[in-house]
């Protein structure tokens, strides 16, 4: 369950989200902290460039692939959960603003955020009146139910996340989705109901508290039965956000429209500036960034950062500088360490190996200071409940601190250190630069480590994802990647560290931690009512987990992002990590 | 060994009459790979080919000894925000000549040297494997004929089609990281060996089935097995010998494809192992990584390597050819 990201080229500077934070905490619809016309470096971190209402103009974003899907219910690539927000009203979604503001979840299609009752197994959303589908038809809850239906059928919609199938109770484990049940009228979902065309009621096997958040998918926009073609659905999305689609070449480009139905009460986070809307698809990653930096372009899709090339282009021209952002991404780098590999099976051995890594040479590896600051938490500073600490000296001795590792080899009873593998995909450079830069740190206290390659297509599913391959070749050092569905600390840290998530192929849990204590914590978290409670909460998930030092954070990634002088609202929000696609508009 | 006759006449040797009528010296009887020898000497261009292949292998086995050790890191020497090495030309410096690695700072020069054993090892390792394998079959199926040759034949025709890229992919990804007693770099070298040379056999198996078609017919075969000789020695006593030439010339032009093969494997990162230096492995960091644009020493110095061990090669290849075989000039 991990949000996808497009990522190439992530590079960065030392920011502080927290000025970021403080900085949105007034800002009202659509629009960061302070405003700007003044363009300085990092200015759509802390606020919004340009800010306008000038409607008109042609936006084109460009794409070095395609999106996994352009129907709102079969996509999980955060650029697109962005994108889809110009077209597709969910239920809720996040708040339009940066900082900490942006990751707020509040209501879109809903009048409300759902109300929960029957100890969070229940949840109760009511839709706003007078909402259309572009062609002027009336958006009634069995829309809703239907586009949640309809996500069932990985074989119409493989790519979305999978929440609704693993949360909802009633026939959801063995419901095929509407296109194979064609019984009852194609609402054959017996766990979520309509009572009346503006109510939607969702029926939960567990107590579920972030139930909120899982709507905020664009997986809940409203699909209307009749118009559902299947796989071929997203060549034409029914609209009920800003934009519709005009026309759509399949892998090559797709052009919106204003959606003339569309009333801004729908869903006040989402603005309807342009006149016209391009997405070039499949173009070369480097023809992107130049054709960004002449102004052929206003965006890149992706927004993950732009390529070595281009990075150097503006990190050394002051007025290109000026015109880009290096915001946090929500995205983080890190190894796990085995709990069942021995030696690692010894806290104290896992504890060497997080002193002894060289933290600046990996933050090297994976792009430098505008590639992501250097990590010290198991939770990144983009969730709430993420507190600063630094339990194993990474920031104050980023070098690595060798006397440190050598006691806690001592405590682990190997002395003269040990043999380990380091796991890591092979065809991801990055990946390739960071393990070799933990080698070659692990090696100064004696701990001998092997890499171990493997591609990134089977590295979850066969390799090392499986615990019993991870066992019987020894990897206890295991590179990975991860990007929260949801932020806060059970949508990032549940599949990552809680007991229950452990499974024998496509596990998340690679480090096997099965902490009683943690696991504890995520049960709370689940209980938790109050918001305080839920952040002290996440605070003491974050330090039990370092404690056990089963992970080894490496950086929290950063993306150099540029922003051509023409385009107007421009910030980063905190959510999605990059600039808010439904809130651009032109000169 | 028994030599046909009229091959130590080409136009490059003296003709027989002018030979008689020169002087009254003892006339001594030239081998073939004298001739050749002569004639390869004369090449200016063969030799300076002749000579960085020497100078290559001399640095391949002792330069190792000499350089720095490849995998230390020099994060002082490196940029953080471009991740590119300090100084102009890839931080070119009397301590690192070649100058540094990016992102990771190692001495280039040390990785060169290394790597350079490395591919010279498996250049000349595969081509090995190929050139016994492909004799052996070529000169099995050029001799016996018949339904022999029509099956190897067909088995080089299914090794020539065969998409070896693709399964050189799935063969590195599927075996173990220990297998036959070896693991890490020594067994993917070793696979490495095996699947460029495995499949490079066929190539040398035609032209030496082509030349064992026309040696089988000649005299010196057909005295040796009126004097009872059986298949194994006519075979490897009286054909193989009379090959030496072909062999040795297809062997040299082998050698850079394979070398380039190896290259290859590296850049789609099925190579040699990291932190294990490799040419082919810098390449295709500095293209994936984008290095090519912000420090493209890091693309010149390894492409450059490949280009004049490629090139030397093949300017020894060729001159050996000539030698041998004037005739096809």
């Given at each position: 369950?991990?949000r996808?990201?497009?990522?190439?080229?992530?590079?960065?500077?030392?920011?502080?989200?927290?000025a970021?934070?403080?900085?949105?905490?007034?800002?009202?619809?659509?629009?960061g902290?302070?405003?700007?016309?003044?363009?300085?470096?990092?200015a759509?971190?802390?606020?919004v460039?340009?800010?306008?209402?000038?409607?008109?103009?042609?936006?084109?974003?460009d794409?070095?692939?395609?999106?996994?899907?352009?129907d709102?219910?079969?996509t999980?690539?955060?650029?697109?959960?962005n994108?889809?927000?110009?077209?597709?009203?969910?239920?809720?979604?996040?708040?339009?603003?940066?900082?900490?503001?942006?990751?707020?979840?509040?209501?879109?299609?809903?009048?409300?955020?759902?109300?929960?009752?029957?100890?969070?197994?229940?949840?109760?959303?009511?839709l706003?009146?007078?909402?259309?589908?572009?062609?002027?038809?009336?958006?009634?809850?069995?829309?809703?139910?239907?586009?949640?239906?309809?996500?069932?059928?990985r074989?119409?919609?493989?790519?979305?996340?999978s929440?609704?199938?693993?949360?909802?109770?009633?026939?959801?484990?063995?419901?095929?989705?509407?296109?194979?049940?064609?019984?009852?009228?194609?609402?054959?979902l017996?766990?979520v109901?309509?009572?009346?065309?503006t109510?939607?009621?969702?029926?939960?096997?567990q107590?579920?508290?972030?139930?909120?958040?899982?709507?905020?998918f664009?997986?809940?926009?409203?699909?209307?039965?009749?118009?559902d073609?299947g796989?071929?659905?997203?060549?034409?999305p029914?609209?009920?956000?800003?934009?519709m689609?005009?026309?759509?070449?399949?892998?090559k480009?797709?052009t919106?429209?204003?959606?003339?139905?569309?009333?801004?009460?729908w869903?006040?986070?989402?603005?309807?500036?342009?006149?016209?809307?391009i997405?070039n698809?499949?173009?070369?990653?480097?023809?992107?960034?130049?054709?960004?930096?002449?102004?052929?372009?206003?965006?890149?899709?992706a927004g993950?950062?732009?390529?070595?090339?281009?990075?150097?282009?503006?990190?050394?021209n002051p007025?290109?500088k000026?015109?880009s952002?290096?915001?946090?991404?929500?995205?983080?780098?890190f190894?796990?360490?085995?709990?069942?590999?021995?030696?690692l099976?010894?806290?104290?051995?896992?504890?060497?190996v997080?002193y002894?890594v060289?933290?600046?040479?990996?933050?090297?590896?994976?792009g430098?200071?505008?590639?992501?600051?250097?990590?010290?938490?198991a939770?990144?500073?983009?969730?709430?409940?993420?507190?600063?600490?630094d339990?194993?000296?990474a920031?104050?001795?980023p070098?690595?601190?060798?006397?440190?590792?050598?006691?806690?080899?001592?405590?682990?009873?190997?002395?003269?250190?040990?043999?380990?593998?380091?796991?890591?995909?092979?065809?991801r450079?990055r990946?390739?630069?960071?393990?070799?830069?933990?080698?070659?740190?692990?090696a100064?206290?004696g701990?001998?480590?092997?890499?171990?390659?493997?591609?990134?297509?089977?590295?979850?599913?066969?390799?090392?994802?499986?615990?019993?391959?991870?066992?019987?070749?020894?990897?206890?050092?295991?590179?990975?990647?991860?990007?929260?569905?949801?932020?806060?600390?059970?949508g990032?840290?549940?599949?990552?560290?809680?007991?229950?998530?452990?499974?024998?192929?496509?596990?998340?849990?690679?480090?096997e931690l099965?902490?009683p204590?943690?696991n504890?914590?995520?049960?709370?978290?689940?209980?938790?009512?109050?918001?305080?409670?839920?952040?002290?909460?996440?605070?003491?998930?974050?330090?039990?987990?370092?404690?056990?030092?089963?992970?080894?954070?490496?950086?929290?990634?950063?993306?150099?992002?540029?922003?051509?002088?023409?385009l107007?609202?421009?910030?980063?929000?905190?959510?999605?990590?990059?600039?808010?696609?439904?809130?651009?508009?032109?000169? | 060994?028994?030599?046909?006759?009229d091959?130590?006449?080409g136009p490059?040797?003296?003709a027989?009459?002018?030979?008689?009528?020169?002087?009254?010296?003892?006339?001594?009887?030239?081998?073939l790979?004298q001739i050749?020898?002569?004639?390869?000497?004369k090449?200016?261009?063969?030799?300076?080919?002749?000579?960085?292949?020497?100078?290559?292998?001399?640095?391949?086995?002792?330069?190792?000894?000499?350089?720095a050790?490849?995998?230390?890191?020099?994060?002082?020497?490196?940029?953080?925000?471009?991740?590119?090495?300090?100084?102009?030309?890839?931080?070119?410096?009397?301590?690192?000549?070649f100058?540094?690695?990016?992102?990771?700072?190692?001495?280039?020069?040390a990785?060169?040297?290394?790597?350079?054993?490395?591919s010279?090892?498996?250049?000349?390792?595969?081509?090995?494997?190929?050139?016994?394998?492909?004799?052996?079959?070529?000169?099995?199926?050029?001799?016996?004929?018949?339904?022999?040759?029509?099956?190897?034949?067909?088995?080089?025709?299914?090794f020539?089609?065969?998409?070896?890229?693709?399964?050189?992919?799935?063969?590195?990804?599927?075996?173990?990281?220990?297998?036959?007693?070896?693991?890490?770099s020594?067994?993917?070298v070793?696979?490495l060996v095996?699947?460029?040379?495995?499949?490079?056999?066929?190539?040398?198996?035609?032209?030496i089935?082509?030349?064992?078609?026309?040696?089988r017919e000649?005299?010196?075969?057909?005295?040796?097995?009126?004097?009872?000789?059986?298949?194994?020695?006519?075979?490897f006593?009286?054909?193989?010998?009379?090959?030496v030439?072909?062999i040795?010339?297809?062997?040299?032009?082998?050698?850079?494809?394979?070398?380039?093969f190896?290259?290859?494997?590296?850049?789609?990162?099925?190579?040699?192992?990291?932190?294990t230096?490799?040419?082919?492995?810098?390449?295709s960091?500095?293209v994936?990584?984008?290095?090519?644009s912000?420090?493209?020493?890091?693309?010149i110095?390894?492409?450059?390597?490949?280009?004049?061990?490629?090139?030397?090669f093949?300017?020894?290849g060729?001159?050996?050819?000539?030698?041998?075989?004037?005739?096809?000039?």
């Open positions: 369950m991990r996808k990201t497009g990522m190439l080229a992530a590079v960065g500077v030392v920011i502080t989200l927290a970021a934070a403080c900085s949105s905490s007034s800002t009202t619809t659509g629009g902290g302070g405003n700007t016309n003044t363009p300085a470096f990092n759509g971190v802390t606020g460039v340009n800010s306008s209402t000038k409607k008109g103009g042609t936006v084109t974003f794409n070095s692939s395609a999106p996994d899907s352009t709102a219910g079969g999980y690539y955060a650029f697109n959960l994108f889809t927000r110009l077209y597709a009203t969910p239920l809720t979604t996040y708040k339009s603003c940066g900082g900490s503001c942006g990751q707020q979840v509040v209501p879109a299609l809903a009048t409300s955020l759902g109300t929960a009752t029957n100890n969070n197994k229940t949840w109760t959303f009511h706003k009146s007078g909402v259309k589908f572009e062609d002027g038809s009336p958006v009634t809850s069995s829309d809703v139910k239907y586009a949640v239906e309809r996500t069932f059928d074989t119409v919609l493989p790519n979305g996340p929440y609704f199938a693993s949360l909802l109770a009633g026939n959801a484990s063995t419901y095929p989705g509407p296109f194979k049940d064609r019984a009852k009228n194609l609402m054959g017996t766990s109901t309509t009572p009346d065309p109510t939607i009621v969702f029926q939960l096997k107590p579920f508290g972030d139930f909120n958040y899982v709507v905020a664009p997986q809940s926009a409203p699909v209307p039965p009749a118009k073609k796989t071929n659905y997203q060549l034409h029914l609209s009920t956000g800003p934009y689609f005009q026309s759509y070449q399949l892998n480009q797709y919106l429209v204003p959606n003339p139905q569309w009333n801004p009460s869903d006040p986070q989402v603005k309807q500036l342009p006149s016209k809307i997405v698809l499949n173009v070369n990653a480097n023809d992107i960034d130049n054709r960004l930096l002449a102004g052929d372009i206003q965006v890149d899709q993950s950062g732009v390529q070595a090339a281009a990075r150097a282009r503006i990190l050394s007025t290109l000026s015109n952002d290096n915001p946090v991404n929500g995205f983080m780098w190894y796990y360490i085995n709990t069942k590999v021995a030696p099976n010894n806290v104290h051995c896992r504890m060497a997080e002894a060289n933290k600046t040479e990996m933050q090297t590896a994976y430098g200071p505008y590639g992501g600051n250097i990590a010290s938490t939770i990144p500073p983009t969730v709430i409940g993420y507190s600063k600490f339990m194993y000296n920031l104050t001795k070098g690595g601190d060798t006397a440190a590792a050598k006691q806690q080899l001592q405590m682990c009873g190997q002395p003269s250190g040990f043999n380990v593998n380091i796991a890591y995909r092979s065809d450079p990946e390739v630069s960071s393990s070799q830069a933990l080698q070659a740190s692990l100064t206290v701990i001998k480590a092997t890499l171990k390659g493997y591609t990134a297509a089977n590295y979850y599913g066969n390799f090392a994802g499986v615990p019993n391959y991870v066992h019987s070749h020894n990897l206890g050092l295991l590179a990975g990647g991860w990007g929260p569905d949801w932020p806060d600390a059970y990032w840290g549940w599949a990552l560290f809680d007991g229950g998530s452990i499974v024998p192929a496509g596990n998340t849990n690679i480090a099965n902490d204590a943690v504890n914590l995520f049960l709370q978290l689940e209980a938790a009512t109050t918001d305080s409670d839920r952040v002290s909460i996440s605070e003491q998930i974050d330090k039990k987990v370092m404690a056990d030092a089963v992970m080894l954070p490496a950086v929290y990634s950063k993306a150099l992002l540029y922003r051509p002088p023409n107007t609202n421009v910030y980063v929000q905190t959510y999605y990590g990059m600039y808010d696609y439904s809130a651009l508009g032109m000169k | 060994m028994a030599v046909p006759i091959v130590a006449s490059g040797g003296p027989p009459e002018e030979a008689l009528s020169a002087s009254d010296k003892a006339i001594e009887g030239r081998s790979s050749a020898w002569r004639r390869l000497r090449d200016k261009v063969a030799m300076t080919g002749g000579v960085i292949i020497v100078i290559l292998i001399v640095i391949a086995i002792v330069g190792p000894y000499l350089v050790n490849p995998n230390t890191y020099h994060s002082e020497l490196i940029d953080p925000t471009y991740s590119r090495p300090i100084g102009p030309f890839g931080g070119i410096s009397l301590n690192h000549p100058g540094v690695e990016p992102i990771t700072g190692r001495d280039m020069l990785r060169i040297v290394v790597g350079a054993r490395y010279l090892l498996i250049g000349f390792a595969a081509t090995a494997l190929a050139v016994v394998i492909g004799a052996i079959m070529g000169v099995i199926a050029g001799y016996f004929g018949g339904w022999i040759d029509s099956i190897i034949a067909r088995l080089m025709d299914i020539l089609a065969f998409p070896l890229l693709v399964f050189a992919i799935a063969l590195v990804g599927v075996i173990p990281s220990s297998a036959f007693g070896l693991s890490g020594n067994l993917r070793v696979l095996f699947v460029i040379g495995f499949f490079a056999w066929p190539y040398m198996g035609r032209i089935r082509g030349q064992t078609l026309s040696l000649r005299e010196f075969v057909d005295a040796a097995r009126s004097l009872g000789a059986r298949g194994p020695y006519v075979l006593r009286e054909l193989l010998p009379n090959m030439g072909p040795l010339v297809y062997a040299t032009l082998l050698i850079p494809t394979n070398i380039l190896e290259a290859a494997l590296d850049f789609l990162g099925v190579g040699i192992i990291p932190p230096p490799s040419w082919g492995y810098m390449l960091d500095a994936t990584q984008g290095f090519y912000v420090d493209p020493m890091y693309m110095i390894p492409g450059l390597a490949i280009f004049i061990t490629i090139m030397a093949n300017l020894f060729d001159g050996l050819r000539d030698a041998f075989d004037p005739r096809s000039r």
